[in-house]
């Protein structure tokens, strides 16, 4: 009999093969998608020095303004009690820890949600404890509650920066940016109060003019109330448009400014930004040692207003010893290596001693 071997299907003895997958290329030199620039999520040291050497700041980071100029103000040194009371991606709180040790102690202040918890593991694996460092999810303006929950009656050192951080402008999904699509929200704690799309739909006209003049200085605030009040607006980049139109005649320059300002001054309003840095101020002098410095950053003239006066009223009532006679502005070179510090203003007070 003739015999035949046994034919073994291959399936019996080899897996199927798994198809290759390409590397996903990455889209051009400067992709314009949050989500495409993974390079600069994902820390690649080339990417991120090509970003830096342009001017910009790689998403996801934020690079912090002014720091020679506020450690100057408030001189921190070994067993300093300090407060970072917008402690962000915590640049500014970096710099600051190591000058008050040993004996120092920082305590972060921040209501983003989303934001706080990164930030206390990135300082955590520099090094800085829970005995040195110690992170707060709350608004500036509830820095006496944080203060009395740490036992602490006064801090040596008050800091705060009331810009908008780079991780907040550059993620579309937290409706903060004029550039790229998103929500409209703009919310600082999503997790808080209503996004700009409602504020929006529930506002007067006279209401939404008032804020525009008040918190932007606005100029076509008369022109622009009417057409956005009480309107749906679901996006970022839809309200940008819509402002534009409204103001045809404007070169693109000048309504890109617009655009700006509009943004703005609807995201002090979502945040009741002012009010918050109202009470701040006035309970500032209270949370300050004896001799106790703090420095304020601004970014536009409404805050810049507040703490001029609030600081000058301390002065003349004897509240604080010394304040800074001029706006502190960043430098030439700064604003050149980040664009984003130049509307930047730093103001400084020290504490009256008794």
């Not at 640049?91 to 305590?107: D, R, S, V």
């Amino acid at each position: 009999m003739r015999q035949y071997s046994r034919v073994t299907d291959a399936s019996e003895n080899f897996s199927t093969p798994t198809p290759h997958k390409r590397r996903k290329r990455y889209s051009g030199k400067n992709p314009r998608r949050f989500e495409d620039k993974y390079k600069e999520h994902g820390r690649d040291p080339e990417t991120i020095a090509k970003v830096l050497a342009a001017g910009k700041t790689p998403v996801g980071t934020h690079r912090s303004i002014m720091v020679a100029e506020i450690l100057t103000a408030l001189a921190p040194k070994a067993g300093d009690i300090a407060v970072d009371c917008t402690l962000g991606y915590g640049g500014h709180a970096q710099e600051i820890l190591p000058k008050i040790l040993p004996g120092g102690k920082l305590l972060g202040l921040d209501q983003d949600p989303l934001q706080l918890p990164k930030t206390e593991v990135r300082l955590r694996a520099l090094g800085f404890g829970e005995d040195v460092f110690t992170a707060h999810r709350s608004n500036f303006a509830g820095l006496p509650q944080v203060l009395a929950g740490q036992n602490i009656s006064g801090a040596d050192l008050i800091l705060a920066d009331l810009g908008v951080s780079s991780m907040q402008i550059d993620d579309p999904a937290r409706g903060f940016s004029v550039k790229l699509d998103g929500p409209l929200d703009m919310r600082m704690n999503p997790q808080r109060g209503q996004p700009a799309s409602a504020l929006l739909q529930k506002i007067k006209p006279a209401e939404l003019a008032e804020a525009l003049e008040d918190f932007s200085d606005e100029p076509n605030a008369a022109t622009l109330a009417p057409l956005l009040a009480g309107k749906t607006f679901a996006t970022t980049l839809e309200l940008a448009a819509d402002i534009r139109a409204a103001l045809p005649r404007l070169g693109k320059d000048d309504a890109d400014l617009t655009v700006r300002r509009v943004f703005q001054a609807l995201r002090i309003a979502v945040n009741d930004e002012f009010s918050a840095l109202e009470t701040f101020l006035r309970n500032l002098p209270a949370c300050l040692k004896p001799d106790g410095r703090m420095a304020i950053l601004t970014f536009h003239s409404g805050e810049d207003r507040r703490v001029k006066k609030a600081l000058a009223g301390g002065h003349r009532d004897g509240i604080y010893s010394d304040i800074s006679e001029n706006v502190i502005r960043p430098s030439a070179e700064e604003i050149h290596s980040n664009p984003r510090s130049a509307p930047a203003k730093l103001r400084w007070a020290r504490r009256a001693n008794g």
